[in-house]
Antibody, heavy 122, light 107 residues
Framework: EVQLVESGGGLVQPGGSLRLSCAASGFTFNNHWMNWVRQAPGKGLEWVANIKYDGTEKYFVDSVKGRFTVSRDNAKNSLYLQMNSLRDEDTAVYYC???????????????WGQGTLVTVSS | DIQMTQSPSSLSASVGDTVTITCRASQDISSWLAWYQQKPEKAPKSLIYTASSLQSGVPSRFSGSGFGTEFTLTIRSLQPEDFATYYCQQYSNYPRTFGGGTKVEIK
């Protein structure tokens, strides 16, 4: 059974940093692209970033470029999102989502974690 | 960025009804479209990919169609567990973008 478990969320002040983790199990982690998707309270879904199965390609939504980085440790079956210079508008539930793709072009998100809440507030 | 526009933003329906949700892309995305279902306080769940392919385990009352810029999600014989919010998402270009969502409520 595919399982994705996020952790690391919490309350942080504007300008602060936070590192989210996603522990994956039930599938061959190093075969799949992985994604972060967020949802602000009461709002819709926003894709944040993805990373290729071998970590050699990464893509970000413009609003987080230069502030967020995505990484993975295939030996630990783990995905990470390092968030720096956090802003009020980064407040959201952050979901880790597996990409269905195991080749060079990522596709849709076939499995999602339960999410972790990040609150940016003074 | 490709804008994804869903309509309606909400609808009321009864158990047993057929419901259709539309998603329009601001440019041609071929068949690179997915649909997700989200229930309150839960993670989204994949329903449909490449516009019309049913995700494993999803009931056959869900179907998708469309190509290019116009897509539909149809739910036939609506069941109580189908009351949720539905999102379309394109994966043709970066950034990946979602529609604003359609909330399906009980009439």
């Amino acid at each position: 059974e595919v399982q994705l478990v996020e952790s690391g969320g919490g309350l942080v002040q504007p300008g602060g940093s936070l590192r989210l983790s996603c522990a994956a199990s039930g599938f061959t982690f190093n075969n799949h692209w992985m994604n972060w998707v967020r949802q602000a309270p009461g709002k819709g879904l926003e894709w944040v970033a993805n990373i290729k199965y071998d970590g050699t390609e990464k893509y970000f939504v413009d609003s987080v470029k230069g502030r967020f980085t995505v990484s993975r440790d295939n030996a630990k079956n783990s995905l990470y999102l390092q968030m720096n210079s956090l802003r009020d508008e980064d407040t959201a539930v952050y979901y880790c989502a597996r990409d269905s793709s195991t080749n060079n072009w990522p596709h849709y998100f076939d499995y999602w974690g339960q999410g972790t809440l990040v609150t940016v507030s003074s | 960025d490709i804008q994804m526009t869903q309509s309606p933003s909400s609808l009321s329906a009864s158990v047993g009804d057929t419901v259709t949700i539309t998603c329009r892309a601001s440019q041609d995305i071929s068949s690179w479209l997915a649909w997700y279902q989200q229930k309150p306080e839960k993670a989204p769940k994949s329903l449909i990919y490449t516009a019309s392919s049913l995700q494993s385990g999803v009931p056959s009352r869900f179907s998708g169609s469309g190509f290019g810029t116009e897509f539909t999600l149809t739910i036939r014989s609506l069941q109580p567990e189908d009351f949720a919010t539905y999102y379309c998402q394109q994966y043709s270009n970066y950034p990946r973008t979602f529609g604003g969502g359609t909330k399906v409520e009980i009439k």
